[in-house]
């Protein structure tokens, strides 16, 4: 199976600034199935990005995404107040999808 | 709309079984995969397995063989996930979720998620 290795584990940030996370897979993602994901308490996930760049329907244009192969990462350009939250990347190109252990990006 | 409804929260003793189901409306059922993910209390998400709709066919996670069965029943666009020999660390949310393509059959993400059904299981 592939092994996803987000970090760092936490990441904390004030409201306007720029967060980025990163994804390491242990081998390489077919044609780019890689997602990212945002969890907040209560709710189900969020799909923000497909195919490690291309945004999900209505996702705000400060979510981007960029990486290839092995290494993927998730950058918010300005953080708003509702974007603090736990990220996870999935890889869903093998026949064993599997996610990130995630990334909690908290108010500092 | 595109809907995933699931089944009300379960509390069940160990060695017991769960049922949960999943109701999708707003599209064609057997037009896509549908997984199944759950978060345990304070851990991340964990990928259970998958469902084809149109033929029933599915691959599950290696971690649950042999306890975890993904069916459906396409005349009323519910799938079902059955979970037997129920035990405490099973205590857990569990989420369905449809597997998105775009026009070039590309495999587009996660898109649509039921809401969770929150297992419980304790003695």
């Known amino acids: 199976d592939i092994v996803l290795t987000q970090s760092p584990g936490t990441l904390s940030l004030s409201p306007g600034e720029r967060a980025t996370l990163s994804c390491r897979a242990s081998?390489?993602?077919?044609?780019?199935?890689l997602a990212w994901y945002q969890k907040k308490p209560g709710q189900a996930p969020r799909l923000l990005i497909f195919?490690?760049?291309r945004r999900a329907t209505g996702i705000p244009d400060r979510f981007s995404g960029s990486g290839s192969g092995t290494d993927f990462t998730l950058t918010i350009s300005r953080l708003e107040p509702e974007d603090f939250a736990v990220y996870y990347c999935?890889?869903?190109?093998?026949?064993?999808?599997?996610f990130g252990q995630g990334t909690k990006v908290e108010i500092k | 709309q595109v809907h995933l409804v699931q089944s009300g929260a379960e509390v069940k003793k160990p060695g017991a079984s769960v049922k949960v189901s999943c109701k999708a409306s707003?599209?064609?059922?057997?037009?896509?995969?549908m997984h199944w993910v759950r978060q345990a209390p304070g851990q991340g998400l964990e990928w259970m397995g998958w469902?084809?709709?149109?033929?029933?066919?599915?691959n599950y996670a290696q971690k649950f063989q042999g306890r975890v069965t993904m069916t459906r029943d396409t005349s009323i666009s519910t799938a079902y996930m059955e979970l037997s020999k129920l035990r405490s660390d099973d205590t857990a949310v569990y989420f369905c979720?449809?597997?998105?393509?775009?026009?070039?059959?590309?495999?587009?993400?996660?898109?649509?998620w039921g809401q969770g059904t929150t297992v419980t299981v304790s003695s």
């Open positions: 707003g599209y064609t059922f057997t037009a896509y995969y």
């Open positions: 195919g490690a760049s």
């Open positions: 979720a449809r597997l998105s393509y775009d026009s070039s059959g590309y495999y587009s993400g996660l898109d649509v």
């Open positions: 999935q890889q869903y190109g093998s026949s064993v999808p599997t």
């Open positions: 081998q390489s993602v077919t044609i780019s199935y």
């Open positions: 469902t084809n709709p149109p033929n029933g066919d599915t």
